[in-house]
């Protein structure tokens, strides 16, 4: 296991402007200038602390992005208006027409479907192959790749990069590993395991109150100024930013990430470890059967779990469905997608956030239409969650005394 991970997010402290203890928030699209001269180095880029237009920076985007990658450890983070903006953003300025990307096939819906069906018309190819298979992502690299992408834990499989040794891989190829960390905020630190670049979608854990979208590229000085530049950053032209109000609560939410995900990685573990002794086909990192569990405790920060994330295949999408709908009639949980919710999130990612795969494709990674994805919540009792949810199983005959028997 690695060292106890130090984040020092607990320093960071911005007073408002009249000694508020949360920082005032930045309530204006465009700043005024004293001099013409200012006004001018500002747009070129050569004033530190100097605001132009907010689509540019803003104090409270700057304040969320510090925050951001002290979480992750990189220099500095951009703030994006979803992750989608700053997946599409950071692809977009690393590729140009004629280059291939390596990506895991186990990626989440949307990035998916913007690599394979969006960047073909730039004439930007990717080969989406099992990332865990080492050999096969170092076969893939061709003299035109520019980035190998990967999800620390995956969506909605959850199988788990190897992210040291793909970082090797990318290092003697000089390629940069991108690697979206969305399923494992402070579990994971892509960064310090040696990816080039981190992305959140903060729409999910790290926000963790289902009220927005949002999302962040953590990664050097260079790389987020080159996404900022007024003439050909991706994330300045492409127009992806936050709006600062929304900034502002997101980082008030992020105080308590460490305590959350605390909860989410221990209710999650406790189900996980009980489904299993039922006999039921769970996947979760924490446990011993899971394929990536040596690697997850190898590169994880132990403090805070395996995170909150499992599977539980039911066999058939009818029983994915009648499960979901009673576990919500019981009050356990939401049948809606996304995750990091305080309550638990259940969907089944097959016909809902992955139907952008493909039936075959599907199949061919395990994905079966019968998998419920579960974003396990809060709950303070969790002995009695699982009790419930034993009953749904039990009462849908999904699972009798004997152990499954979908
Ligand atoms: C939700 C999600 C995204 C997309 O984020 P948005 O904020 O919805 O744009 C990207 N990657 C992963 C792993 C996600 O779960």
């Not at 001018?40 to 409270?60: A, K």
């Not at 969790?382 to 949810?389: A, F, G, L, P, V």
């Amino acid at each position: 296991m690695s060292t106890k991970h130090s984040n020092n997010l607990q320093d960071l402290q911005y007073f408002g402007e009249y000694g508020g203890v949360n920082p005032s928030i930045s309530d204006s699209s465009t700043y005024t200038f004293i001099s013409a001269k200012t006004m001018f180095d500002t747009f070129e880029g050569n004033t530190e602390g100097c605001y132009l237009y907010s689509r540019h920076s803003s104090p409270s985007n700057l304040y969320l992005g510090e925050a951001l990658a002290a979480l992750e450890g990189t220099e500095t983070a951009n703030v994006t208006a979803s992750g989608m903006g700053a997946i599409t953003a950071v692809i977009l300025q690393l590729c140009n027409t004629g280059d291939h990307i390596i990506s895991s096939r186990t990626i989440y819906g949307g990035t998916y479907a913007f690599m394979k069906n969006f960047l073909v018309k730039l004439g930007i190819t990717t080969t989406f192959l099992d990332i865990t298979d080492l050999k096969a992502v170092e076969n893939a690299i061709t003299p035109n790749t520019k980035m190998i992408y990967c999800e620390s834990v995956s969506n909605p499989l959850l199988e788990v990069a190897d992210i040291s040794a793909l970082s090797r891989i990318a290092k003697q190829n000089t390629l940069p590993l991108v690697v979206d960390n969305t399923f494992s905020p402070l579990t994971v630190s892509p960064a310090r395991l040696g990816a080039d670049i981190v992305i959140h979608s903060l729409t999910k854990f790290i926000n963790g109150t289902s009220d927005c979208v949002a999302g962040v590229v953590c990664g050097s000085t260079e790389f987020c100024l080159a996404l900022k530049d007024v003439n050909n950053g991706a994330g300045m032209l492409l127009g992806s930013t936050l709006d600062s109000m929304r900034a502002a609560s997101i980082l008030k939410n992020m105080r308590t990430l460490h305590i959350r995900m605390k909860q989410h990685s221990a209710n999650a573990l406790y189900l996980a470890k009980k489904f299993e002794q039922d006999g039921l086909r769970v996947v979760y990192p924490g446990l011993s059967s899971h394929p990536g569990h040596l690697i997850m405790e190898d590169q994880m920060n132990p403090e805070y779990g395996y995170g909150g994330l499992l599977t539980l295949d039911v066999g058939t999408l009818e029983n994915a469905n009648t499960l979901m709908e009673l576990m919500q009639e019981q009050k356990l949980g939401y049948l809606a997608v996304s995750l990091g919710f305080y309550k638990t999130l259940f969907s089944a990612p097959g016909s809902s956030t992955s139907s952008e795969i493909p039936i075959e494709e599907q199949e061919e990674m395990g994905l079966g239409n019968g998998l419920i994805r579960f974003s396990i919540g809060l709950d303070d009792d969790i002995e009695r969650t699982y009790s419930m949810m034993k009953k749904c199983l039990m009462d849908l005959k999904i699972l009798d005394s004997t152990g499954i028997k979908a």
